[in-house]
C-alpha cells in the first residue's frame, strides 16, 4: 500500500474546528475503509471514527460523537475529518489508517494491519 498523511492539526482555542485529513500519495485510498484514531501523551490510542469504502457507512466513538464528522473525497483521493466544538481534552496527536474495505476491525476494537500516516498534533487551548 504505502503510507498515509495527515495534515491540518494546529493550535485551536476551546469551541474552535478544525478539518484534519488523510491522504494517500502512493495509492488509490477509496478501495479502503478509513479509521480515524488519535492517542494523547500517557494515553493508550483511542478509536474516533471509521468510514467503510464497502457502503459509505460511518461510525462514531462516543466522546466524539456529534462533534466530529468523516467524509471522503474520492477524486480528491483524501479522507476528512472535521472536528467542532473542540475542547482541552481532545488535544493528542490524530492518526488515519486502513484496513480492509469495511469497518468491522474498527467496530469489534481489533488491530489495524494497513496502513498508517504520522500522525499531526491537535492542540486545543485558550
Known amino acids: 500500500q504505502g503510507q498515509l498523511v495527515e495534515s491540518g492539526g494546529g493550535l485551536v482555542q476551546p469551541g474552535g474546528s478544525l478539518r484534519l485529513s488523510c491522504a494517500a500519495p502512493?495509492?488509490?485510498?477509496?478501495?479502503?475503509?478509513i479509521g480515524w484514531f488519535r492517542q494523547a501523551p500517557g494515553n493508550e490510542r483511542e478509536k474516533l471514527s471509521c468510514?467503510?469504502?464497502?457502503?459509505?457507512?460511518?461510525y462514531y466513538a462516543d466522546s466524539v460523537k456529534g462533534r466530529f464528522t468523516i467524509s471522503r473525497d474520492n477524486a480528491k483521493n483524501t479522507v476528512y475529518l472535521q472536528m467542532n466544538s473542540l475542547k482541552p481534552e481532545d488535544t493528542a496527536v490524530y492518526y488515519c489508517?486502513?484496513?480492509?474495505?469495511?469497518?468491522?476491525?474498527?467496530?469489534?476494537?481489533?488491530?489495524?494491519?494497513?496502513?498508517w500516516g504520522q500522525g499531526t498534533q491537535v492542540t486545543v487551548s485558550s
Open positions: 489508517a486502513t484496513d480492509g474495505k469495511t469497518c468491522t476491525s474498527w467496530l469489534h476494537g481489533l488491530p489495524y494491519r494497513g496502513s
Open positions: 502512493g495509492f488509490t485510498l477509496d478501495v479502503y475503509a
Open positions: 468510514i467503510s469504502s464497502s457502503d459509505g457507512s460511518t
